[in-house]
């Protein structure tokens, strides 16, 4: 841990920093010194056994690309068991499109890389995501926690080599249900000093996280760069946003040259019809 500045007054509270930020999630769960609070989360999350847990490693997030043109993936915290399980966590605050395409994207590469020149089928390990978000992700349903495998619609599992842990926040209930995981949830999802307070009282580990919280909340130089990873953030979803818009103008000039009515080129593009009105007298004129 860096130390605090000591140029700040101690005596000053400073709000607690989000755990819901990749950025101080990575820093809690994902640095070395911390994996007895990242294996005590894992233990809360996954029916694996704590033997898996007796030594861990913390591994480089960014998926392999096996062509030139193949994506990168990037997972906030990536483990090793001492089995070679493989389980990767990732947490999204806001809703992201095309979210379960990702992840079964992310977890086939976890899956393929595995074969290395010469390896045999039998040398797959199991590949484990587990998903946080901050919005309802699984549709209709109440429970915080979900775990999906490859089974029949009966129940009858094929295997076991792929499993998808999805943990919603927006749905931990308010009172405790006295389980390992809603304490950790509750962790995550917090901005209260006294829940914390409390929650730390559950476990050796969870005192810890809450400590190493609280010192990240008091150095300047880790709200510094976090507000600056979130400014780097949100200058990517405005240049995101403006090719998007670019291209829905593209498309709704094809579709006028197309003599299509105005109010149906609307539709198709999302445009407004005064937007598309003002791009056709924009090429009139």
């Excluded at 390896?119 to 926690?145: C, L, M, P, Q």
């Amino acid at each position: 841990m860096k130390a605090i500045d000591k140029n700040i007054d101690k005596n000053t509270k400073r709000p607690l920093l989000p755990v819901t930020s990749d950025f101080i999630f990575k820093l809690i769960f994902g640095d070395e010194r911390n994996a007895d609070i990242l294996t005590s989360f894992l233990l809360a999350v996954l029916d694996i056994p704590s033997e898996e847990f007796k030594q861990i490693t913390i591994v480089d997030p960014h998926t392999k690309k096996e062509a030139e043109n193949d994506k990168y993936g990037v997972l906030d915290v990536r483990v090793n068991t001492v089995s070679g399980k493989v389980i990767h966590i990732e947490i999204q605050v806001l809703p992201v499109p095309e979210m379960i395409e990702r992840t079964i994207f992310y977890q086939s590469k976890m899956i393929t890389e595995q074969m290395a020149t010469g390896r045999n089928w039998s040398d797959i390990k199991k590949a484990v995501a587990i998903i946080i978000t901050d919005y309802d992700f699984i549709v209709g349903e109440e429970k915080y926690h979900h775990q999906f495998r490859y089974r029949t619609i009966d129940g009858v599992e094929y295997t076991d080599l792929t499993e998808i842990n999805t943990l919603e926040l927006s749905k931990l209930p308010h009172n405790t249900d006295n389980s390992d995981l809603w304490h950790w949830m509750k962790f995550i999802k917090t901005d209260s000093e006294e829940v914390l307070n409390m929650l730390a009282q559950t476990s050796p580990q969870m005192d810890k996280a809450v400590g190493i919280l609280k010192e990240l909340s008091s150095d300047e130089q880790t709200r510094m760069l976090l507000e600056g990873e979130e400014n780097r953030r949100r200058d990517m979803v405005s240049r995101m946003g403006g090719a998007i818009q670019g291209t829905k103008v593209e498309i709704a000039k094809r579709l006028m040259v197309a003599n299509m009515p105005l109010n149906q080129i609307a539709e198709i593009t999302d445009l407004t019809l005064k937007e598309i009105e003002d791009l056709r007298n924009s090429i009139i004129g």
